[in-house]
């Protein structure tokens, strides 16, 4: 093994997380939240940290249905993170659009925007749905390192 | 100074946490709702599902094979409505909630089932094998009624219930 | 030259450099560790903040349209610079002297304020209004905190100064010695108050929850770091590390020295910051909230700069009339 793909597996251990909230209802981001917070869950066993700014991101949590009105700043959110990044879908809304599918009012599913990864349907997921879904999308940021 | 016997018994009893994603995950709930089985051998065909769904995640589909059923794990709310409205409970939530999956699978992350043809006893019609809608009739049919009632296209099905003196 | 080598090599490797970084870095995965504990959680390895560093080096740095770009990317540069220089300067007991041409304490302490100065300027050169709103209430603090300290490193050099008969000492490596001799500061009930200003001032100056308020992830966004990403990231991460070190060693020498040499010197000294650490940072950043600037701005003004004045004053006439 070369010194830089062990310089990469060393790196694979501190994922950031950040997470976009584009029009969600609130019922994901207080799932996040949960699995962010209390010591029954505790994500920072994996090395993971929520970072208040997109520029330290590494992977990216989207939760909510895009709606038109988010779309363009949730957009440009997603350009300041630097690469290389991992996205999730958190909750059926950005998947598929959930129970707002097909309103005129909402761009869902936010794959034809942003480049998805991993999705967590739910709606909202339990919370070790998403350490399953953030444990899925670090395979994938351990490969793109 | 609370926080200070707070502190003493965190250390003591050691951390709460959950082993998963490294461990086995704890028991889940039994009426945690979460991904939906379907039975065709105890569907009744009523598509009281697919119009009640609040998110359309559930279709029925006519092919020449039968009737296919697809519910779509991915815009699926797990709001638990088909399952209560589900006369035979063919419909069925699981407390399985490993539904997390790569944008590759995200297609595949439906529940299939196929309510097959079948060509009539009496008739040689065709129709589809569903379980029969025998809720109302009274007197109740017998087990083997059932059997014998399930073999026929909806017509005869409807002259079975007939010849037994109650609109069905 | 051989001495050029060797303030290179205690600029570089050990005590500063690669020693203080390794040190620095251990110290805040021990104090994640430790706080996770605390509050009933497992925690990340000790090596988490080795890992964070070296995937800050894997990322791209990016540079926002409105940033003054060579101001951008020198701040990190410049308080890395300053505090690996700092670190040098600072002795250990019985294990490390610093070269005198280095420096002394009054060059410590204005190297000490660079840190601070590398954020500000960052954050008002990002051109982020969060940055702007970060360098406004670090540059709060600093004044508020920055007094008390230069009082408080007068009344050691006073204190030790006097009692060997001559003027203050600006010396490290002479209050040191003096305190191998006769004793740690921390057990002289004159310096208790120098002591416990020095203790209100390092969590201020490190960034730590109760006075966090420039960094205040959950206000501004971490402020002046907002617009950074990348190896740039990484820099400030290695400097706020080598800052803890930097602190936690000058309180060390200022109060604490031990009267022990070689190996077990160096052991007993890292083992004074670990416990400085443990009990200094982790405890109270789990059990306090955040300040706000104006009440940080009011404490400070009020009992920090209050015992230093007094720790001076106490110093001066003791020494003084012990002298007499």
């Known amino acids: 093994m070369t010194v830089l793909a062990r310089l990469k597996n060393l790196a694979a251990r501190s994922p950031w997380l950040y997470r976009i909230n584009a029009g969600s209802c609130n019922g994901c981001d207080v799932e996040l939240a949960t699995t962010a917070l209390i010591p029954r869950y505790d994500v920072e066993r994996l090395g993971i940290q929520y970072c208040g700014s997109p520029r330290h991101a590494d992977i990216v949590l989207i939760t909510g249905p895009l709606t038109k009105h988010v779309l363009e700043a949730a957009t440009r959110i997603y350009a300041e993170i630097p690469d290389p990044k991992v996205t999730v879908a958190v909750g059926v809304c950005p998947i598929s659009g959930g129970i707002y599918r097909e309103s005129y009012a909402v761009c869902a599913p936010i794959d034809q925007y942003f480049p998805v990864d991993v999705n967590i349907p739910g709606c909202p997921p339990r919370p070790p749905a998403i350490i399953e879904g953030v444990a899925k999308a670090l395979e994938i940021w351990r490969q793109r390192l | ?168 | 030259m051989a001495n050029s080598y060797a303030i290179l090599i205690a600029v570089l490797l050990f005590p500063g450099g690669l020693f203080a970084l390794a040190l620095g870095l251990t110290l805040k995965g021990a104090d994640r560790r430790v706080a996770a504990r605390l509050q009933g959680r497992v925690g990340p390895p000790l090596t988490q903040p080795f890992f964070d560093i070296v995937k800050l080096g894997f990322k791209r740095t990016m540079v926002p349209d409105t940033a003054s770009e060579t101001v951008f990317l020198a701040a990190p540069l410049v308080g890395t610079a300053s505090m690996l220089l700092a670190v040098a300067l600072i002795p250990i007991a019985g294990v490390y002297n610093p070269d005198p041409q280095i420096g002394n304490l009054l060059v410590l302490l204005y190297l000490l304020a660079i840190p601070g100065v590398a954020l500000m300027i960052a954050g008002s050169a990002s051109g982020s209004p969060y940055g702007a709103i970060g360098f406004s209430r670090e540059m709060a603090l600093m004044l508020a905190y920055e007094g008390p300290i230069v009082l408080v490193v007068i009344a050691v050099a006073l204190r030790t100064g006097l009692a060997e008969g001559h003027f203050p000492t600006f010396s490290l490596a002479e209050i040191v010695h003096y305190q191998q001799a006769h004793g740690a500061f921390v057990l002289d009930p004159v310096m208790w108050p120098a002591a416990a200003a020095f203790a209100f001032f390092y969590p201020a100056n490190l960034g730590i929850v109760p006075f966090d308020i420039p960094e205040a992830e959950t206000e501004v966004l971490e402020g002046p770091l907002l617009e950074y990403s990348g190896p740039a990231l990484a820099l400030f991460k290695i400097m706020s590390a080598l800052k803890a070190v930097v602190v936690l060693s000058l309180g060390v020498a200022l109060f604490m020295p031990l009267p022990l040499t070689g190996g077990v010197g160096l052991a007993a000294w890292v083992g004074q910051q670990l416990v400085l650490v443990l009990i200094g940072v982790t405890a109270v950043r789990v059990s306090r909230g955040r300040m706000r600037i104006d009440q940080a701005f009011v404490f400070f003004l009020k009992w920090p700069l209050l015992l230093s004045a007094a720790s001076l004053a106490v110093a001066a006439y003791y020494t003084a009339g012990g002298a007499l």
């Open chain 2, 1 to 168: 100074m609370n926080f200070l016997s707070l502190f003493a018994r965190n250390l003591r009893r050691g951390p709460y946490t959950e082993p998963f994603p490294f461990g086995p995950p704890s028991p889940t709930p039994k009426r945690l709702r979460g991904r939906i089985a379907f039975d065709a051998a105890t569907c009744e065909g009523c598509l009281l599902c697919e119009k009640l769904c609040p998110s359309g995640a559930i279709k029925f589909t006519r092919t020449p094979e039968g009737m296919t059923f697809d519910c779509w794990h991915p815009t699926c709310v797990f709001c638990g409505t088909c399952e209560f409205y589900c006369p035979t409970k063919a419909i069925h939530q699981t407390n399985d909630w490993h539904l997390a999956h790569f944008q590759s699978e995200k297609f595949g992350m439906t529940e299939h089932g196929l309510i097959p043809n079948l060509v009539c006893a009496d008739c040689g019609g065709k129709g589809l094998n569903t379980v029969p809608n025998t809720a109302k009739v009274r007197p109740p049919l017998s087990a083997e009624e059932v059997v014998q009632l399930r073999a026929r296209c909806p017509k005869c099905r409807n002259k079975f219930l007939k010849s037994r003196g109650k609109k069905p």
